[in-house]
């Protein structure tokens, strides 16, 4: 199985800051790789899909990348609203893996 | 609108059935592969099966196959997951969400339906 290793499992940061988030694949998933954003108590909401490609109706202000197996996504000027779980997936083989996930707070 | 509706959570004890469906609206949905992922309560998420669009492929994990099945009916939009033997990590929010393509997973999610293992 493809093990999706991500990081920070949480972070802290103030409102217009820049913030990246990392998953690393223990193996080649090319860009088959997206982000979703949950929300306490809500169902979960595809940010990034393709590694790079913003899904319809998400802010600029959001954008993915890919550095050989690492992928970031990244908040260019955090908006209180961002507060939040991320979670990465990887789609190129089964079982689908996410990463352990990301715990965004706003200080 | 895409709207995906679940239902059939509960409380049920170890070692019993249940089955879940979820009601589509919105989208073609024969067109699109479906599938349920799972959050156990302050966890993360669990991707638990996928069926493609006519149903005659099948993919879970080892943590559910042989217990759960995954189908489809095209005719009515719904998915549906048969959940056999229910163990309690089986506990979770369970979730539907649509998919057109593989690099483009998971699009649309519904709002889950809580399923509680224990006696």
């Known amino acids: 199985d493809i093990q999706m290793t991500q990081s920070p499992s949480s972070m802290s940061a103030s409102l217009g800051d820049r913030v990246t988030i990392t998953c690393r694949a223990s193996?080649?998933?090319?860009?088959?790789l997206s982000w979703f954003q949950q929300k306490p108590g809500k169902s979960p909401r595809r940010m990034i899909y393709?590694?790079?490609n913003l899904a319809a109706g998400v802010p600029s202000r959001f954008s993915g990348s890919r550095s050989g197996s690492d992928y970031s996504l990244t908040i260019s000027s955090l908006e209180s609203e961002d507060m939040a779980i991320y979670y990465c997936?990887?789609?190129?083989?089964?079982?689908?893996?996410f990463g352990s996930g990301t715990k965004l707070e706003i200080k | 609108e895409v709207q995906l509706v679940e239902s059939g959570g509960g409380l049920v004890q170890p070692g019993r059935s249940l089955k879940l469906s979820c009601a589509a609206s919105?989208?073609?949905?024969?067109?699109?592969?479906m599938a349920w992922v799972r959050q156990a309560p302050k966890k993360g998420l669990e991707w638990v099966a996928t069926?493609?669009?006519?149903?005659?492929?099948?993919y879970y994990p080892d943590s559910v196959k042989g217990r759960f099945t995954i189908s489809r009916d095209n005719a009515k939009s719904s998915l549906y997951l048969q959940m056999n033997s229910l163990k309690s990590e089986d506990t979770a929010t369970y979730y539907c969400?649509?998919?057109?393509?593989?690099?483009?997973?998971?699009?649309?999610w519904g709002q889950g339906t809580l399923v509680t293992v224990s006696s």
């Open positions: 969400a649509s998919t057109i393509a593989a690099i483009t997973p998971f699009a649309y």
């Open positions: 919105g989208f073609t949905f024969s067109n699109y592969y």
């Open positions: 069926i493609s669009t006519s149903g005659s492929r099948t």
């Open positions: 193996q080649d998933i090319g860009n088959y």
């Open positions: 393709g590694a790079t």
């Open positions: 997936l990887q789609s190129i083989q089964y079982p689908f893996t």
